[in-house]
């Protein structure tokens, strides 16, 4: 199991683009050569970069140690088990 802390929420962000570009542009796709695809991974981010969207922080601070202690705790209960 691989935790991510609430403190490396930017993270999220980042492997959320991955898995965006993935699913949108590398998973049906068919390159005959290492070209084709930085070209294809290429195109895909200046498309993306075309209509840029902010990252807007949702999270009160304030729930953020009530999502530590909650992350703590099924850690716990999956260690001892």
């Given at each position: 199991?691989?935790?991510?802390?609430?403190?490396?929420?930017?993270?999220?962000?980042?492997?959320?683009?991955?898995?965006?570009?993935?699913?949108?542009?590398?998973c049906?796709?068919?390159?005959?050569?290492?070209?084709?695809?930085?070209?294809?991974?290429?195109?895909?981010?200046?498309?993306?970069?075309?209509?840029?969207?902010p990252?807007?922080?949702?999270?009160?601070?304030?729930?953020?140690?009530?999502?530590?202690?909650?992350?703590?705790?099924?850690?716990?209960?999956?260690?001892?088990?």
């Open positions: 199991m691989h935790f991510t802390p609430t403190s490396a929420s930017w993270l999220n962000r980042v492997e959320r683009f991955f898995h965006d570009l993935t699913q949108n542009q590398l049906r796709g068919v390159f005959r050569d290492l070209e084709e695809l930085i070209l294809a991974i290429g195109n895909y981010i200046d498309r993306h970069n075309q209509n840029p969207k990252f807007i922080w949702t999270a009160r601070a304030s729930d953020i140690p009530d999502k530590v202690k909650s992350a703590r705790r099924t850690l716990d209960t999956r260690h001892s088990a």
